[in-house]
């Protein structure tokens, strides 16, 4: 069975921090490129992180460049995200999600084959 395992929200300060786990299993991990999206309350889901293990590329967008940081560890079939300076309008449920040989590089081209089932961030003092 396919699982993404999103882990680590909660409630934060403005200018507080937090990491973020994406626990896959299920599949080839090595084989995908890892996601991450967020959706604001009345708003649109986005992509704004990604990483891939078959050719090491990465991509921010710029809303968060700079302050959040994609990791991974392929050995425990893991993706972290660092959240640094969080402000509240990084309120949102946060997921991760799974593309099949895809490339961060070309961040346009990301189609989902799998998603967690999200985790909750408040921002708010």
């Known amino acids: 069975e396919v699982q993404l395992v999103e882990s680590g929200g909660g409630l934060v300060q403005p200018g507080g921090s937090l990491r973020l786990s994406c626990a896959a299993s299920?599949?080839?991990?090595?084989?995908?490129?890892i996601g991450w999206f967020r959706q604001a309350p009345g708003k649109e889901r986005e992509g704004f992180s990604c990483?891939?293990?078959?050719?090491?590329?990465?991509w921010y967008a710029d809303s968060v460049k700079g302050r959040f940081t994609i990791s991974s560890d392929n050995a425990k079939n893991t993706v972290y995200l660092q959240m640094n300076s969080l402000q509240p309008e990084a309120t949102a449920v946060y997921y991760c999600?799974?593309?099949?040989?895809?490339?961060?590089?070309?961040?346009?081209?990301?189609?989902?084959?799998?998603w967690g089932q999200g985790t909750q961030v408040t921002v708010s003092s």
């Open positions: 999600a799974a593309d099949y040989k895809s490339s961060c590089a070309t961040p346009h081209r990301y189609e989902a084959d799998y």
């Open positions: 299920g599949f080839t991990f090595d084989d995908y490129a």
């Open positions: 990483i891939s293990s078959s050719d090491g590329s990465t």
